[in-house]
Every structure is written in C-alpha cells, then in structure tokens.
C-alpha cells in the first residue's frame, strides 16, 4: 500500500472547450494550455493544472489524479498489478503516472513528479471582528468585489454501489482513510456515505478528499475548489448570478468538514462548489456519524433539495 499526498486534478470530457474555458475563468481558475481537443486549467497553488477538459460528444467524468510521495509508490503499484505500466505524463509539468481501475470502474491516476512553479499571490484573509474578540482596530473592511481566485481543488465527491467497499479499496491501495460517515437517521449501522481523507500521520490534511455516497447511479457528483474566505465565497456568489450562471444551492454551512459551501452547474450540467473554511485533520481526529438527511448535513444556509442527493 502507498499513500497518496494529495487530491491533484480531474478529468472531464466536455461538448465545447471554448465553453468551459469561459466559464472557468470566471468560476476563478487559469488557462495553462488549450489545443484543438484539450484544456489545462490552474488554480493558484503551482500546479500546472487541476482540471482537465477534453473535447467529446458528450459530458461526463474521466478520472480522479492523485498525487504519490514517490517514484517508487508508482513502481510498487505496477509491481503489484494494481496499476498499468508507469508512462510520461503528455501535459503541461511532465511527470509520471499510472493508471487504476476501482470499484465501479472509476478511474484514478496515481502521479509524481509534475513541475510546479510558484503559488500565486493572493489576498490576504479578512480579519474578522467576533462578538467577544476584537481582532480589526481602526480598521474597515473592504473585500474586493467581482471573481475571486480558486486557490486549490480541495476534494470531489461521488457515488458508489458500497460506500464501505469503496473505501477498502482506497484504504488498502491509496492510504485514502475515512474520516466521517453519513449514517441513516433511523440506524446508526447503515452506512450512506463516507468522508475519507488523506493519511498523512500527524500532518494536517483536508477533511475529505473523497465522498462516496450510496447509489445505484454511478457517476460524479462534484468538484470543489477552495477559496480564501466566507467573504470570497460571497464575492464569488454574487459574480457568477451576474454573470448568468445557473446557481445549484448555496451560500450555507457543510456539517461533515464545516465548509462553506457554493454549488454550481456548469455549462454542461455537471455540479462544482467554491468552498471556505473546511476543517483539517490528522491522526489525532476521531471520527463521527453524521445525520443522512438534508438538514442533517446542513448547518446553516439553505437546505439542498432532495435532487441534491441523487
């Protein structure tokens, strides 16, 4: 077993990457590199890329990449015929990869290597004055308006045949452990859904990296990008319904993670979330069972509608 550092792109294929450039631009990400069939877009933490569109007929998710420690985790995946043969990563930052199949056929790529530059400047976290804690003395506070910038692609979420097989498979391939699950409100033992995250000892990590969510329709749920604050949140909000943009169900407070959380649908229907505030966790963190229902999972904001969950 290896384990992975980190979430590091997705894939999708998409109708129109002109479209989807557009919109990403303004949902806070970067071009790297467009061709004829193929769109490499940045967030501001030095990946070359964390999102990959690719011209197709149709919308639908490719595959989740995942960052390895080291050339050997990839060595020690195909040695133990869990992985294709380790190839050269063809895209922006080179590198190396290998390729996994996991339960219900979704696609994971295990990288190392890639070349990153520097993160990219951004605004300062606001400084909030509390009700019992005054931190901001003769001081306003101005948040720039308009697009904000996604920092990072904090986690995705998806759905699977059994959650808890699924994150066998993670634990024992990946490292990728759980860290919360969403149980039934009328049985504690009936598992829904799990949160899983990176294991990386006693350094912090995201929360999740991955949900998995009990269904018989397989496919993705969403992508989740990070920004600065709640107020980058808002300022995000308010930019997209300007521009046009098809709002899902937000601005509001997760329960598993704490996230404040925006949904999305992009240009071809499929679900993306600017996130702030998330909790981070290490070796330390113990697990807890979250309510399975809408207002469960909700801890302020408006409650997603059963669609949501499908």
């Known amino acids: 077993m290896i384990k992975v550092k980190d979430i590091a792109y997705v894939v999708y294929n998409v109708p129109n990457i002109d479209v989807m450039e557009s919109f990403l631009v303004d949902f806070g990400l970067s071009t790297t590199l467009k061709t004829t069939d193929t769109l490499y877009m940045r967030t501001g933490n030095g990946l070359p890329y964390q999102y990959v569109a690719k011209a197709a007929t149709k919308s639908n998710f ?104 699924t994150l066998e498979w993670l634990q024992n391939t990946l490292g990728i452990k759980a860290c919360d699950y969403l149980v039934s409100v009328d049985n504690e033992d009936e598992i829904l859904g799990v949160f899983m995250c990176c294991d990386q000892g006693d350094k912090l990590v995201d929360h999740h990296c991955l949900f998995v969510s009990l269904s018989n329709d397989i496919r993705i749920h969403h992508c989740s990008f990070e920004v600065q604050d709640l107020d980058a949140v808002m300022s995000g909000h308010d930019f997209l319904i300007k521009c046009g943009y098809q709002l899902e169900v937000g601005v509001g407070r997760h329960m598993a993670g704490s996230q404040v959380f925006d949904y999305w649908i992009d240009p071809f229907g499929m679900r993306i979330e600017h996130y702030a505030d998330g909790d981070v966790v290490n070796n330390q963190y113990i697990h807890k069972k979250i309510s399975g229902t809408p207002e469960g999972v909700t801890q302020w904001g408006p409650v997603p509608s059963d669609k949501f969950f499908q």
Do not use: W
């Open 62 to 165: 490719v595959c989740f990449g995942f960052v390895a420690e080291r050339y050997a985790d990839l060595e020690l995946l195909v040695s133990n015929k869990l992985a294709t043969k380790i190839e050269v990563i063809d895209a922006p930052g080179g590198g190396y990869k290998v390729v996994l199949e996991g339960p219900d056929g979704y696609i994971f790529e295990v990288v190392h290597g890639i070349n990153c530059s520097q993160s990219d400047s951004v605004r300062a976290p606001l400084i909030y004055n509390a009700g019992t804690q005054k931190s901001r003395i003769n001081k306003s506070q101005r948040p720039p308006k308009g697009r904000v910038d996604a920092m990072r692609l904090g986690h995705c979420a998806f759905t699977g045949s059994n959650p808890l097989l």
